[in-house]
């Protein structure tokens, strides 16, 4: 998976982020980002960086990821966009959708079967099986509950 197999998927033209012209985003329909290092556009390695979701793609784009507003991988990203150079190399595009939470799973699920991991900006995510693991070795290691006090006796 790269940015030109997304093209086929539905996905909008690639735009540097940098010269990202304001008009051209969608505001209220929800959708999946995905930002790609542009000097690596089509490689079969992958150039993709992110594949996120969000329910307003401008304020995603432009009051996380450029100005920093936002959670903590949103503030991670902003973070590699400003200080570490990235904004001049970085391309994004999105694919409007009614789901966007299963279309990303879905693709993050599809990247990391042919990559064997998911994309670099991405944090580690939770699949059910994971979750079960997770919430498994959560129980283990939690102490035993103490048995409820009995009342005390009215007299």
Same mark, same amino acid.
């Given at each position: ?28 329909? #929800? =959708?999946? /980002? ?6 690596? +556009?089509? @490689?079969?390695? *992958?150039?993709? $960086?992110?594949? %996120? ?9 432009? #009051? =996380?990821? /450029? ?6 991988? +949103?503030? @991670?990203?902003? *973070?590699?966009? $400003?200080?570490? %150079? ?70």
């Amino acid at each position: 998976m790269n940015s030109l197999t997304l093209k086929e998927k539905g996905f909008a033209e690639f735009v540097s982020l940098k010269e990202l012209p304001f008009s051209s985003l969608p505001f209220n329909k #929800g =959708g999946v /980002l995905i930002l790609v290092d542009s000097t690596l +556009t089509g @490689k079969p390695t *992958s150039d993709i $960086l992110y594949i %996120g979701k969000t329910k307003k793609p401008a304020k995603r784009i432009l #009051g =996380g990821y /450029l100005a920093g507003y936002g959670g903590k991988t +949103t503030k @991670k990203i902003s *973070s590699k966009l $400003l200080d570490d %150079g990235y904004i001049e190399k970085v391309a994004v595009s999105w694919m409007l959708t009614d789901n966007p939470k299963a279309t990303q799973q879905e693709l993050l699920e599809n990247f990391k079967k042919e990559h064997g991991e998911y994309p670099a900006w991405n944090t580690l995510k939770k699949t059910s099986v994971n979750s079960q693991q997770s919430a498994a070795k959560a129980a283990k290691s939690r102490p035993a509950r103490k048995p409820a006090k009995p009342a005390p006796s009215k007299r």
